[in-house]
């Protein structure tokens, strides 16, 4: 039986996992800068976070298009448990990070320590949403070209 598909691909590459890595790093990036700037009192990296939080926003939109849409276009996909929790888990990522944005857009700086501890959280979250991820890629196949051997 042939793998399940990615439908939103580009020359045969899915584009989900292409993309999925700026919203990560921005996340993170996110958080350390939340840490950087509790330990200095430096707005410098407060501002930082800020912008790395609306560039992870936009960047996790892309990928949420596009992992949506496989989600949505392969059965077998949504079959599987681990779909549904990297889904899930993804939407109260970017939820939060929605939150923790507006937080920072109305309060500024008194937005802290509330928008560090989202951060954390969200960057906990992503841990076990790329783990979820990374199994339906490595157990089930998700996205992998079917002539690629079984390792």
């Known amino acids: 039986m042939a793998n399940p598909r990615s439908t939103v ?3 045969g590459h899915p584009i989900h996992p292409i993309l999925i890595p700026f919203p990560i790093a921005f996340l993170v990036g996110t958080l350390a800068s939340d840490i950087v700037y509790r330990s200095t009192g430096d707005d410098f990296w407060a501002l930082g976070a800020y912008w790395l939080l609306a560039a992870a926003i936009v960047m996790a939109a892309l990928a949420a298009v596009a992992g949506f849409v496989d989600f949505l276009s392969e059965p ?3 079959a ?3 779909a549904w929790y990297h889904l899930l888990g993804n939407v109260t990522a970017v939820v939060l990070s ?4 507006w937080l920072r857009y109305q309060d500024g700086i ?3 320590p509330t928008a560090l ?3 954390l959280v969200v960057v906990v979250l992503l841990l076990f949403n790329g783990w979820m991820g990374w199994e339906l890629v490595y157990k089930h196949r998700v996205g992998i070209a079917d002539d690629l051997p079984i390792a």
């Open 9 to 11: 691909q580009i020359f």
């Open 117 to 119: 501890w989202i951060s």
């Open 110 to 112: 008194a937005a802290y």
């Open 80 to 82: 599987l448990s681990a």
């Open 76 to 78: 077998r996909i949504r």
């Open 98 to 101: 929605l939150i923790n944005f």
